[in-house]
T-cell receptor
Framework: SQQGEEDPQALSIQEGENATMNCSYK?????LQWYRQNSGRGLVHLIL?????REKHSGRLRVTLDTSKKSSSLLITASRAADTASYFC????????????FGGGTRVLVKP | DAMVIQNPRYQVTQFGKPVTLSCSQT?????MYWYQQKSSQAPKLLFH???????NEADTPDNFQSRRPNTSFCFLDIRSPGLGDAAMYLC???????????FGPGTRLLVL
């Protein structure tokens, strides 16, 4: 199975609500990254959180990392229709030189 | 603006007819990646270049080849496309293996 796996696979919310998605991984990591992909487009980097960090913010996004549980969460506050997209976490495997592996993604639909 | 450019955005080819997808970057990044992404799935890494060093993924079919003639350009060659190769092909760059990746808009390949 994949290094990073997102949960839930799909999420439907109303505009203005918060959206939370989780990523679990198996091996130790150096950093974990979250990306967004709008339908039919490339991925856009959102946040990188390093293994010695516990929380990072960027605008309406909040990412947490719990290395003891090997999990991360992405929270989107006050969601907008434009947040409709797939969200992927990507992890390395800790050793220098290991490339990123993407999880299966969470498809978020924000209804106006 | 610095960016990752992929051409063409859409490519139609015939079964067995060789096709080349191109990627260029103005970020001067050391690493360039090629991913294959099928509908509702995670991007799957095919290979990457660190400078001129080519790194193939173990499960990438021999049908897929790549060239990087200089820092700015990288090509994906599919020697004999099959119906199963229809997918979105994403190019990405990064300054280092575990660093943030910057994606192009992708090339959607259709095999007839």
């Amino acid at each position: 199975s994949q290094q990073g796996e997102e949960d839930p696979q799909a999420l439907s919310i109303q505009e203005g609500e918060n959206a939370t998605m989780n990523c679990s991984y198996k091996t130790s990591i150096n950093n974990l990254q979250w990306y967004r992909q709008n339908s039919g487009r490339g991925l856009v980097h959102l946040i990188l959180i390093r293994s010695n960090e516990r929380e990072k913010h960027s605008g309406r996004l909040r990412v947490t990392l719990d290395t003891s549980k090997k999990s991360s969460s992405l929270l989107i506050t006050a969601s907008r229709a434009a947040d409709t997209a797939s969200y992927f976490c990507a992890t390395d495997k800790g050793a220098a030189g290991n490339k990123l592996t993407f999880g299966g993604g969470t498809r978020v639909l924000v209804k106006p | 603006d610095a960016m990752v450019i992929q051409n063409p955005r859409y490519q139609v080819t015939q079964f067995g007819k060789p096709v080349t997808l191109s990627c260029s970057q103005t970020l001067n990044h050391n690493v360039m990646y090629w991913y294959q992404q099928k509908s509702s799935q995670a991007p799957k890494l095919l290979f990457h270049y660190y400078d001129k060093d080519f790194n193939n993924e173990a499960d990438t079919p021999d049908n897929f080849q790549s060239r990087r003639p200089n820092t700015s350009f990288c090509f994906l060659d599919i020697r004999s496309p099959g119906l199963g190769d229809a997918a979105m092909y994403l190019c990405a760059t990064s300054s280092g293996i575990q660093e943030t990746q910057y994606f192009g808009p992708g090339t959607r390949l259709l095999v007839l």
